[in-house]
């Protein structure tokens, strides 16, 4: 029986793979009953109880896992990935200077965790429940790198890396009309944060160096550190003096993804 988010109850079919998939799919959650885990199917086995090994029909030994994905799944999902970053964290500290444990570290940060979910407010298929879906790992392959040869012919190392953006302005449908809003804890992509700039002679010695500037400025909980001093590069000197010289307009209404406004 699928149970939509009405309350209105479907039939579905004896068969466990095509009721799952007649159900299954964004932005539907899926939960199994406790009487399937009772009744399996033959050689079809549980994981955790929210999740169901169904062998593949080709012979090939293969098993098909279907996942249960509901509120609780990912809320004990996040769970586990902070507490996967705590034990990264434990790690790393003692033995900064180790390639593997900074690398974990990065990947792991909550500094750099996003939302999975991009659909906007005024959209078709806007869903304010789905905000808090996030990419809770792997970061360190989204670093953009760029190696050079310095002026004596070494090679140089270039990491960029920035974490997750909290505010965007963007045009979307309010009230049927389509205007200019700042979307506050969108959290949805990265920033290049020039405080993080690395320069290493190869790339584990910058990914070791970059974990330092990042716990240097950002704390466990993917917080800016207030009051760190860094220098301001002179390019961004002039870019700022640039911006703070231009005329604006008056500042677009705040909307905040925390809470279902539109």
Partial sequence: MAVGPDGTATPLGPDLEDAYDAVCGDPADVAFDPSVFQHLPEGAHSFLGSSIGVPTQDGSGSV??????????????LEDA????????AAWRPNPADFYNSWTWLDRHPAFWIRSVRTLPGDEDWDHDR?????????????YLVPFRDDDGQVVVSLEAG?????????IAVDGERQWVTLLNTYW???????????????????????????????TEGNERPGVD????????????????RPHDKAPPEVDLYRPHL
Avoid: M, N
């Fill in 82 to 89: 902070w507490d996967d970053f705590l034990d990264a964290d």
């Fill in 163 to 171: 974490g997750r953006v909290r505010t965007e302005q963007r045009h």
């Fill in 64 to 77: 098909r896992l279907l996942l249960a994905h509901t509120d609780e799944d990912r809320l004990r999902s």
């Fill in 189 to 219: 992509t990265h920033f290049h944060d020039y405080r993080l700039d690395t320069q290493a002679p190869t790339y584990e010695d910058g990914i070791v160096h970059l974990a330092g500037l990042v716990d240097r400025f950002f704390d």
């Fill in 131 to 143: 905000l808090w879906r996030w990419e809770t790992s792997g970061y360190c392959a989204k670093i």
């Fill in 230 to 245: 860094h220098e301001v590069p002179q390019w961004v000197a002039e870019l700022e003096s640039r911006i703070a010289d």
